[in-house]
């Protein structure tokens, strides 16, 4: 059984800086792709940022490019999500997700992956 973990979630001011963690059970990028995704109000759910090939590949959004890093520990099988110089829009609810299929391939639609965690809320204050 799959199951992924948020935390690291908080409020900070813009210019600010926020690392997630994802916590994952049950699932290796073997089996796929992982992603951070976030939703903020009244919008549909973004990608962010994944992760593929077995790890060997990094993406990201345009809009977090040169701010957010992915990276992962495999030993602790734990996803995280740096973050830094924070704007306000970067506000929302952040998922982590896990995808099964081709590893070389990581799409952008939420409604490709199959696991996802709880959310963890990022609020940036101007």
């Known amino acids: 059984q799959v199951q992924l973990v948020e935390s690291g979630g908080g409020s900070v001011q813009a210019g600010g800086s926020l690392t997630l963690s994802c916590a994952t059970s049950?699932?290796?990028?073997?089996?796929?792709?992982m992603a951070w995704f976030r939703q903020a109000p009244g919008k549909e759910r973004e990608k962010v940022a994944s992760?593929?090939?077995?790890?060997?590949?990094?993406a990201y959004a345009d809009s977090v490019k040169g701010r957010f890093t992915l990276s992962r520990d495999s030993a602790k099988n734990t996803l995280y999500l740096q973050m830094n110089s924070l704007k306000p829009e970067d506000t929302a609810i952040y998922y982590c997700?896990?995808?099964?299929?081709?590893?070389?391939?990581?799409?952008?639609?939420?409604?490709?992956?199959?696991?996802w965690g709880q959310g963890t809320q990022v609020t940036i204050s101007s």
């Open positions: 997700a896990a995808r099964i299929g081709p590893t070389w391939l990581c799409p952008l639609a939420a409604q490709t992956f199959n696991y």
């Open positions: 049950g699932y290796t990028l073997s089996s796929g792709c």
């Open positions: 992760i593929y090939n077995r790890g060997d590949n990094t």
